[in-house]
């Protein structure tokens, strides 16, 4: 098994670093990435440092054919999502949602024991949505989730449902939240660096 997960761990992070390369990683989450895999027994699959987002959704609710049109992995200003809205509603017939996403992050170890040990530091750091979503022969694999979000409705069939005043009070509270889930991405960060690998 271990030999195996070795060459599971090789392979990702060659992905890693070839998304990386093409800017395809979210860049306040690179720290914790390079931190976990620089262990043994852990390497991580898939994250996301948080984000902010318009997005124009399908009536399937179809990710495929969803269309994210403005994102941001840090604070935004009610003018820039407001002017984006603006365009967004211009382009897409569908209805558009305003998001906040919270730090996201899946983690493959090697042991049940490495596992449950992530999973505790995860707890520790007030990630509250953590746990074992897969396993397998070669892995155990932990997805851990921040609780931060904001998701509103803010256009349809080529109008706004809100106006600009609205925007600013949604945007504060997307910005207060990300700025949470971000301090408990560096709780984890500094928590698991204590752990040692």
Same mark, same amino acid.
């Given at each position: 098994?271990?030999?195996?997960?070795?060459?599971?761990?090789?392979?990702?992070?060659?992905?890693?670093?070839?998304?990386?390369?093409?800017?395809?990683?979210?860049?306040?989450?690179?720290?914790?990435?390079?931190?976990?895999?620089?262990?043994?027994?852990?390497?991580?699959?898939?994250?996301?440092?948080?984000?902010? &987002?318009?997005?124009?959704?399908?009536?399937?609710?179809? *990710? #495929?054919?969803?269309? =994210?049109?403005?994102? @941001?992995?840090?604070? $935004?200003?009610?003018?820039?999502?407001?002017?984006?809205?603006?365009?967004?509603?211009?382009?897409?017939?569908?209805?558009?949602?305003?998001?906040?996403?919270?730090?996201?992050?899946?983690?493959?170890?090697?042991?049940?024991?490495?596992?449950?040990?992530?999973?505790?530091?995860?707890?520790?750091?007030? &990630?509250?949505?953590?746990?074992?979503?897969?396993?397998? *022969? #070669?892995?155990?694999? =932990?997805?851990?989730? @921040?609780?931060?979000? $904001?998701?509103?409705?803010?256009?349809?069939?080529?109008?706004?449902?809100?106006?600009?005043?609205?925007?600013?009070?949604?945007?504060?509270?997307?910005?207060?939240?990300?700025?949470?889930?971000?301090?408990?991405?560096?709780?984890?960060?500094?928590?698991?660096?204590?752990?040692?690998?």
């Amino acid at each position: 098994m271990l030999m195996e997960f070795g060459r599971l761990k090789t392979n990702f992070e060659r992905k890693l670093e070839e998304a990386k390369k093409k800017g395809l990683v979210d860049e306040p989450i690179i720290p914790l990435l390079e931190l976990i895999n620089s262990c043994n027994d852990f390497f991580t699959t898939s994250s996301c440092a948080g984000r902010i &987002i318009l997005i124009a959704i399908p009536p399937s609710w179809k *990710k #495929n054919l969803s269309k =994210i049109f403005f994102k @941001s992995h840090y604070k $935004v200003k009610p003018e820039d999502v407001w002017t984006a809205l603006l365009n967004g509603i211009q382009k897409f017939e569908s209805p558009i949602y305003f998001k906040q996403e919270p730090f996201i992050l899946h983690v493959s170890a090697s042991t049940l024991q490495n596992a449950l040990k992530i999973l505790s530091i995860a707890q520790e750091s007030g &990630i509250k949505h953590s746990g074992i979503v897969n396993i397998s *022969k #070669n892995r155990i694999t =932990i997805e851990m989730q @921040s609780i931060e979000r $904001v998701d509103a409705i803010v256009g349809r069939e080529g109008r706004t449902l809100i106006d600009n005043n609205y925007i600013s009070e949604l945007v504060r509270d997307a910005n207060l939240k990300l700025e949470i889930t971000r301090e408990k991405m560096q709780r984890f960060f500094d928590n698991f660096k204590s752990f040692g690998c």
